[in-house]
């Protein structure tokens, strides 16, 4: 079992950087996979990132490449997304998740851990 809190979401003007953050309970955060989803008001939650339980692969959506970086600390049971450059488009609510296999994966429904995300409003 793996318990998932995000931290670091709030309002940032376009153009500038937010970074979240997401605390794990359990010994085996540090063998899952994880990403990130987002998911704004009227749309269907999407994937954003997701990184081997390594560190030595990792995914992006095109929407952010370039823009945001997703890493680990195992040491730490913490996993963050950096995001810069950031666009009113950006807007929603952060969600990680966890899994033990699904690290390319980017539907929803493949990840078997989340947290309970955090809000980013980015304005114009």
């Known amino acids: 079992q793996v318990q998932l809190v995000e931290s670091g979401g709030g309002l940032v003007q376009a153009g500038g950087s937010l970074r979240l953050s997401c605390a794990a309970s359990?010994?085996?955060?540090?063998?899952?996979?994880v990403a990130w989803f987002r998911q704004a008001p009227g749309k269907e939650r999407e994937f954003v990132a997701s990184?081997?339980?390594?560190?030595?692969?990792?995914y992006y959506a095109d929407s952010v490449k370039g823009r945001f970086t997703i890493s680990r600390d195992n040491a730490k049971n913490t996993m963050y997304l950096q995001m810069s450059s950031l666009k009113p488009e950006d807007t929603a609510v952060y969600y990680c998740?966890?899994?033990?296999?699904?690290?390319?994966?980017?539907?929803?429904?493949?990840?078997?851990?989340w947290g309970q995300g955090t809000q980013v409003t980015v304005s114009s």
């Open positions: 998740a966890a899994d033990p296999y699904a690290v390319a994966a980017t539907a929803p429904r493949a990840w078997d851990y």
């Open positions: 359990g010994r085996t955060f540090r063998s899952y996979a």
């Open positions: 990184q081997s339980w390594s560190g030595d692969s990792t």
